[in-house]
């Protein structure tokens, strides 16, 4: 059964660095990470909105953390990544792959190669 | 402990709070905040601020919206499928009651539409005339020996005239009379036939019938001369002229069938007759015994019946 995997691009970026922070993914930390690492704005609408339709996908699981005084004593939102999360990124990674490998050498030939 | 708690502007705090789906609210309200917080040491309040007030806005997406303050999508096909799902369902807890009702408003309803439909018919004869509400026909009241009474549209050619004569109210009369159908047609192949009338000369102006080709006074002068309805023009003659030309038909005259020539053309009878020609014989044995004779009645004062 070929199941259909249709991960954006965001939303694979988001579920890759859940799975960096390892247990320490709450919106905020996710956001930096991602900012700091693509050196790429994230507003927190699109984060959240990717998160809850990840959530919805199956992808994402989500447990409640503690208040902190920050917060204005509000919960924090912690993400793990579930089993069906992993064979998405997996599947995602490998058709990557394919291409890549599909590629003929002339076309992707650059002065320092790309070390396929 | 410190209360020295800056906040963000309260109004996008509040219109946030409004906005967003109650599911996620808490949270999404604590990533804000931490953020500020963060924000406010790193770079300063004002900063902080424009952070917080650019968050709120950037958040204001479908995902997050109360979308529709239901949990769900707005159904209306829904609501209306299901309104009558449960008037159906009601219906058929009272099987007899429906029945009843919805077979008495379908007979109401059937009537209603055969009455107007019959109204119409009825009203729609003799449009022709303007002077309609004058006019009146001429019937004859049988009473035979054994009992039985009828009614006859067929009388005697002379009461017209002699009434008109008789009584002032009366001001006008038309006497007319039917061949019923004749075959007519100068073409052997195309010949068919159809219905006729022969009248009293003041036929068209009486009726008020307007003349396509010829003149009102030229027409009924003499006995060989006919008006034809448009119809019948087109069809004999195409759509040239049809003054002057010749039709034949089988009445007879002198002995043999007869042509006739043709000195008017008419406008077609509304559907509601169906004559197609008309000729004027006032001394053939036709008129002896007029089918209807039609009088008008003089326009004084209120109409006395008579």
Known sequence: ?116 | MSDRRPSPPGFFLTLFRRFCHPEMLDYIEGDLMEVYESRLKTEGKRKADVGFIVDVILLFRPGIIRSVNGFGSVNTLGMYKNYLKISLRNLLRHKAFTLITVSGLTLGLLSFIFITLYIQDELSYDLFRKDSERMYRVLQHESSEDGTVRNLAAIAGLIGKESAAAFPEIEDYCRFSAYGRITMGNDPASRSYYTTLTADPNFLSFFGIPLIEGTPEGVFKHPDEVVISENLARKFFGEGPALGKRIWSSLIKGGLPGEFTVVGVMENFPKTHTCNLISCFPKLRGLDISIGTMILQRQTGPATPM
């Open chain 1, 1 to 116: 059964m070929i199941k259909k995997y249709n991960l954006g691009e965001f939303e694979e970026v988001v579920i890759l660095t859940i799975g960096i922070l390892n247990n320490e993914a709450y919106s905020v930390p996710i956001k930096n990470e991602i900012e700091s690492r693509l050196s790429r704005r994230v507003s927190m609408g699109a984060l959240h909105t990717a998160l809850k339709r990840l959530e919805e996908k199956g992808y994402l699981k989500s447990f409640a953390g503690e208040a902190t005084v920050e917060r204005a004593g509000r919960p924090k939102r912690y993400f793990e990544i579930t089993a069906m999360g992993k064979k998405a990124i997996a599947y995602t990674r490998s058709t990557r792959d394919e291409l890549w490998r599909a590629i003929p050498k002339t076309v992707l030939q650059m002065d320092r190669g790309l070390g396929i």
